[in-house]
Every structure is written in structure tokens, then in C-alpha cells.
């Protein structure tokens, strides 16, 4: 295959500067057994070659999401949101779920996703209870932490025999329906629809997205494994334990390490958790999206000892004091978070910290490495939304955080274990492609997945438009 005349990437040096898609230069680029074979300017068309006319259409490394939870996204699609901007009063809540109820069939249990306490407040068994009783019914928040059920979920999960860490109890030690970080746990035990990877991934390829790197927290053997024979088209990395050895269609990406400010490790369990990771070969993706996470781990890291590749996953709450000691470390960062989530944050961080949330420019500008990921479901799919989040930051939060167009396009561009590495279009390389129909001037205006015109992976067509 060839495709002729296509603005090829990377753009200039400075990925900061407004003008480097503008300086893009035009160029064809052969493609055969699923690599980039060549790349030049005029080459000539092989006997029975396939060509595909760029007309000047910037071309570039597929999209790689580098935090994503695969199935907890397809599972969604088939889930009931209840959470902002859709749903913002009670009285829409209890309606929502009312209309969602009636399409079930008798005793099917009902799955809510997308749930902040700005709706109808903190949630407990009971106060689901007087929403929907009699259907069991799972109620995920919107950080994804937190599972709430009723009582009739509650009783065919036999909560009240329950000694399983995660429960939380209440005043008179009964469990009260609030669940932490028990989504395998859950899994296991509550019949679910299948979840649809196929549709999943041609969602993906139409958004130009090549592949990636799943973060679900606690893999076991299984998970990469029937990833792997799922139906997607993407390139996998998965951040499984160091025990766990992802099939050889799988990449091994960083060892992921959970926090939570409730359950914080001392800080010598964290660093040897961290030089675990590293005695096997793997580098560190710590999850810190308070400041209390961020600087235990910036002090277990430095007992540890740093290896390439080590990760700040999130980085939502980041001091202007701990810039210099996030120099060398990658912060896979989520810029979308602050509009889909900005009313809630206007109201719920104090103004002092709103400089501290979800930084992008002063963390390139102080030499720190940064990716993104769109933690899906957790916040939107769509990558072009994420960008246009990382541009045109919005008020209260200090606009001086955007970066230019082509800095928030490199954020999906890093190597799938490596994301401060860029990938390039260029002979030798993986035939792993996202051709925009526009040209540059075009892509920094719009930043929409309209701009897709194809998404190639392993030179093979997984997304043509129209």
C-alpha cells in the first residue's frame, strides 16, 4: 500500500510551538507486512500497489489511550448513567432509574454507573432502598472507588456474613451498602451482559486510537489473556502484576501500584512494592491523585531507587514544590477531567489548590515527561475531546496550563510502555496509522475525531470514513 502526498509526523522539535504542525512536511509512505517500508518524497507505484490519496491529510502514529479500563468501558455502554451532566437533581435521578427499571426483566439486577454526591448526596443501602426496592441494584461512583447496592443486593451477596476488606459498616456494624474497591469481587459474583470489546474497538478505530494500555488494578492470569482473544483490533499493553505474564500478543507494561488516602501502606511497604516491580524487569505506575499520595510515593520512589519508565498515574493534585522531583518520572494526566468535572471542582476545592489540579504546561515546562489517557469509563472515550480539554482549559482554572495543538496531540503519541518516548512515522517502524483528512492548519483549528480519515493498524484498514 501506498499513501501518497500525506503530511508526514513528527513536527518540529519544540512541540510547544503553535507553528509545528505547520511545518509538517509532505511526503509518501509505503507500507508492506504490516510495517512502514519507506518513506520519501514521489515514490513510485509498484506493480498492483494500492494508493491512497492523502491529499496533504496529516498522517500519524496511531493513537495509543495509555490508562484505560478495557472491559469496566464495555460494561458501561450497557449501564444506566446517573451521575452529571445528565443527571443533577434527585427527582432525575429517581426518574432515571425508574425508566431504566422498567426494561428489565423481573429480578435482573440493575447496573448504575457515573453517581456524585452533587446529585442527591452520599448514598447508602437504604437510601437506594427507597429509590428502587425491590430490584437489586449496583451503583458505581464516579471515581470508580466505590460500588453502592440496596438491600436485596445486598442479601444475594450475603453482605451481613461478609468479612471481606472493602465493606464499610455502620454505626451498629451492619454493612451499609458501600462497597471500596471490590469490582472483581463483584464481578464474580453478579451476572452481567457480555461485555462487546468488538464494538468497543471499532468505536476506538473510528476515534483513530491504535491501541492500549489497560489499567485495571489487580490482574490476574486470565485478564491479559482473554483480552488478548478478544476481538480487538488495538494493541494491548496491559499493567499486570509481576507474577502475571501477559500472552506474547500482549505488552508487559508498568507493574500498577493502587493508593487510597484511607488505606495509605507505610511508606518502606510502598518502596518495597515499587522495588518488586523493578526486580522483575518492570517499571512503576503509582495511582496519586491526592497530594498526600503524590509525595508518599515521591519518597518511596527515592528509596526504592527510579527506573526508566517509572509512572505517576493521574497526577491530579501536584505542588509547585514537587515539580523538580517528578523530573525523570512519566505523569500519565487526564486534562479532560477539568470539563467534565470543573462545576464540581469550582465547588468542591478550595480556591488555593484549584492552581494544583490537573497541571499540563507547568509540567512540561519544568522538564517532566507527560502522556494521557482518557481513564475510561471514568471520564470520556474520546481522545480529540481530551485534547481540546489540554488547549482550551476553562475557567476558574488558570488558562496558562493549556498547551499548544500539537503538544496535546503528542500526548497520545508516546510508545505504548514507553510514553515519553514519540513514536514516528518512519520506515522500520509498526504500520500503526491514523490518516486525518485535513491538513495542518485544518488540525489545529478543529482537534475533532471528524478530522479521521482512516485508522490502520498493522498496515491493515481497522476504520475507513464513510
Known sequence: MLIRDACVWPPGAHLGAESALAGLPRSDVRLAGGLIAECGPSLPTEPGEEVIEADGGVLL???????????????AAASVNVGPPGIRTPDELAARLRAADAGLPPGAW??????????????????????????PVRMQHRTGALWTVNSLAADRLGLDQCEVAGVERGDAGQPNGRLWRMDRWLAERVPGAAADLGALSRKAASLGITGFTDATPEMTEDDPASLAGAPIAQRLCCMAPPGVRPPDSVISGPVKIMLDDTTLPPLDEL????????????????????????????????????RPGDRIEHGAVIGSDSLPALRGLTVVTQPHFVAERGEQYAADVPPEDLEDLWRLRSLTDAGVDVAAGSDAPFGGDDPWGVMRAAVRRAAPFPPDESVS???????FL????????????????????????????????ALTPDLVAATLIGGEFAYVRG
Open 271 to 306: 518502596s518495597r512494592w515499587i522495588h518488586r516491580a523493578h526486580a522483575a524487569g518492570r517499571p512503576a505506575a503509582v495511582h496519586c491523585v491526592t497530594r498526600v499520595q503524590l509525595v508518599l510515593t515521591l519518597a518511596a520512589l527515592d528509596l526504592a531507587g527510579r
Open 405 to 411: 495543538p500539537a503538544r496535546a496531540l503528542a500526548l
Open 61 to 75: 502514529p496511531g493513537l495509543h489511550d495509555h490508562h484505560v479500563h478495557l472491559r469496566a468501558l464495555a460494561a
Open 110 to 135: 440493575l447496573r448504575a454507573v457515573g453517581y456524585h454526591e452533587s446529585v442527591a448526596g452520599t448514598l447508602d443501602r437504604h437510601a437506594l432502598d427507597r429509590l428502587l426496592p425491590h430490584r
Open 414 to 445: 508516546g510508545e505504548p510502555a514507553a510514553p515519553a518516548v514519540q513514536r514516528r512515522v518512519a520506515a522500520g517502524g509498526p504500520a500503526d496509522l491514523t490518516l486525518l483528512r485535513a491538513g495542518p492548519r485544518e488540525t489545529l483549528d
